[in-house]
């Protein structure tokens, strides 16, 4: 069996988690194939909201099979902390999830060293989480990193002091003011290593290749969005992983030729957390009517989202960078009201109209082209059918559709897994 993806299809946020949740009953298999806990899939049902970091947006289903994959870096202490947050759930956690011998650790150092890089920039930030996600990354790809197969091996414990010790040195370098006590750090991830330790490791890849050949489907999950990734992204504006389709070959061991659906999501505007370029941006009363009706606030971060309208020349980028077959429009039911709404077709770019994404888009090189439609009125959230939807959402949504030439196969009517509108 083919191996299906999900991917965000603009600077994340858009809406991954729910709709993982909603197709997991067509999967045996979710699994994350980058990113850590960096990302925040927010997932509500039952009345109930739940923000997954690290684990797989199917770890509600009883009958699917969660795995971590060998590209997804683990801070156990925020690890445990989604686990105990689940035992309310009764779910069989450790017959339900499986972590890759192959994905590397965050180590409590990794985090400092990320606050010290971040501080010492000053002006030049990039908006890290802070969650040590790049240090984690610079080892792996430094071929410094511990990975979870180390724990179960006799000299783990000399490896992890001796790139702590490094990684204290470091700090130092910076010479950033940031306070804090090691040792106490270090006994918090101790005990959670214990915790992820109790789970069953995997060697994800030879798993996977098994699965396919025993006829399971299978559903990988990305985090973040398209525009963070690190080679096709805003760089340097960007996560430290690839968060495009080409990611989940590398992220899980499966062949490009084994991949099936590819399903992209997006807002039916633009939303951006932290800092770097947006060229939608909008800082006016309809900015903030996005912010506020759409909740826009980090599920990681809890930092209020940038709103603007939707940039088509963006989504284009990454429905063919990533090779969508299917779309999924979260958040319709949040531009309700606005009777115009304005969709960016074009950039004029140095003073030429260009109709792709350009290498850089800062606001002194890019200005948006708009193309103005009629919006709609109507409350959608109560809506169950295609067949409710308002004229003004249709129009919109075969403007899309022309466009970007890929069907739209889900619209998102609210946060709730039963809104959800199939087409």
């Keep these: 069996m083919a191996v299906d993806l999900l991917l965000g299809l603009q600077w994340g946020d858009e809406g991954k988690g729910k709709i993982v949740d909603v197709l997991t009953k067509d999967y045996n298999i979710i699994a994350r194939f980058q990113g850590g806990p960096n990302a925040g899939h927010t997932l509500e049902f039952d009345g109930i909201k739940h923000v997954l970091h690290t684990i797989p947006s199917g770890i509600f289903h009883k009958d699917a099979l969660n795995i971590v994959g060998n590209g997804v870096v683990i801070d156990p202490v925020i690890f445990k902390k989604e686990l105990d947050q689940l035992e309310k759930f009764n779910l069989d956690i450790k017959n339900i999830l499986y972590i890759s011998r192959k994905a590397h650790l965050i180590l409590p150092t990794h985090r400092l060293l990320d606050a010290a890089s971040e501080a010492s920039k000053g002006k030049a930030k990039i908006g890290s989480t802070l969650k040590g996600i790049g240090p984690t990354y610079m080892d792996k790809t430094g071929r410094n990193g511990i990975r979870v197969g ?11 002091r001796a790139l702590a010790n490094k990684h204290v040195a470091m700090i130092d370098f910076y010479a950033a003011e940031i306070e804090y006590d ?13 915790v992820l330790k109790s789970l069953p490791f995997i060697d994800s890849e030879e798993f996977i290749y098994q699965a396919q050949k025993d006829g399971k489907t299978i559903l990988a999950e990305g985090a973040q969005g398209s525009l963070l990734d690190i080679d096709f992204g805003t760089y340097p504006f960007v996560t430290s992983s690839n968060t495009t389709a080409a990611g989940a070959c590398t992220g899980l061991g499966v062949a490009p030729n084994q991949i099936g659906e ?73 531009l309700s009201g606005f009777k115009k709404l304005k969709i960016c077709t074009a950039y004029n770019y140095q003073g030429n109209t260009i109709t792709h994404l350009p290498y850089n888009i800062e606001e002194h090189n890019v200005s948006p082209i708009y193309t103005e439609v009629n919006g709609w009125q109507e409350d959608l959230t109560k809506m169950t059918d295609a067949s409710q939807l308002p004229k003004g959402l249709n129009d919109y949504i075969d403007f899309l559709e022309k466009e970007l030439e890929v069907p739209i196969k889900i619209v998102s009517v609210g946060p709730d897994r039963t809104q959800t509108i199939h087409r």
């Design 150 to 160: 180390d724990l179960e091996m006799k000299n783990w414990k000399d490896k992890y």
């Design 182 to 194: 090691l040792e106490e750090l270090e006994t918090e991830f101790f005990a959670a290593l214990k």
């Design 262 to 334: 590819v399903y992209g999501i997006f807002k039916a505007y633009t939303t951006r957390v932290g800092s770097g370029p947006f060229p939608t941006e909008l800082f006016d009363e309809d900015g903030e009517t996005m912010g506020r009706v759409g909740n826009e606030f980090g599920a990681t971060t809890g930092r209020s989202r940038r709103c603007g309208w939707l940039d088509l020349v963006a989504l284009k980028y990454a429905v063919q960078v990533n090779g969508v077959t299917q779309l999924m429009m979260m958040k319709g039911d949040v």
